[in-house]
């Protein structure tokens, strides 16, 4: 079992940075996958961005270039940066992991969850 909490959300401005945290417990980081998925109000979960148990990271179009994914084992806690924030990342982010998986990440690739943490991006 993975037990996972966000923090770093909150209410931010157009044009922001923000990092999204996720601590593991009860298992940690190391020799699973994890990543970010988001959920805007009225609209189904979405990926974001998955790194591999050996560092190996993968990001949706919609991700890539403003979002950077990284991981430090030894805090046994992963990140999301987020640059250039626009109203349209406003979501709530969930932090999830997975021990098997295959090629194609979605938001039902993870098996653990962890409550998620809201971000509103303001214009």
């Known amino acids: 079992q993975v037990k996972l909490l966000e923090s770093g959300g909150g209410l931010v401005q157009a044009g922001d940075s923000l990092r999204l945290s996720c601590v593991a417990s009860?298992?940690?980081?190391?020799?699973?996958?994890s990543g970010w998925i988001r959920q805007a109000p009225g609209k189904q979960r979405e990926f974001v961005a998955a790194?591999?148990?050996?560092?190996?990271?993968y990001y949706a179009d919609s991700a890539k270039g403003r979002f950077t994914i990284s991981r430090d084992n030894a805090k046994n806690t992963m990140y999301l940066q987020i640059h250039s924030l626009k109203p349209e990342d406003t979501a709530v982010y969930y932090c999830?992991?997975?021990?098997?998986?295959?090629?194609?990440?979605?938001?039902?690739?993870?098996?653990?969850w962890g409550q998620g943490t809201p971000v509103t991006v303001s214009s």
């Open positions: 790194i591999s148990e050996n560092d190996n990271t």
């Open positions: 009860g298992r940690t980081f190391s020799g699973v996958a």
């Open positions: 999830a992991a997975v021990t098997s998986y295959g090629s194609t990440w979605t938001a039902g690739t993870f098996d653990y």
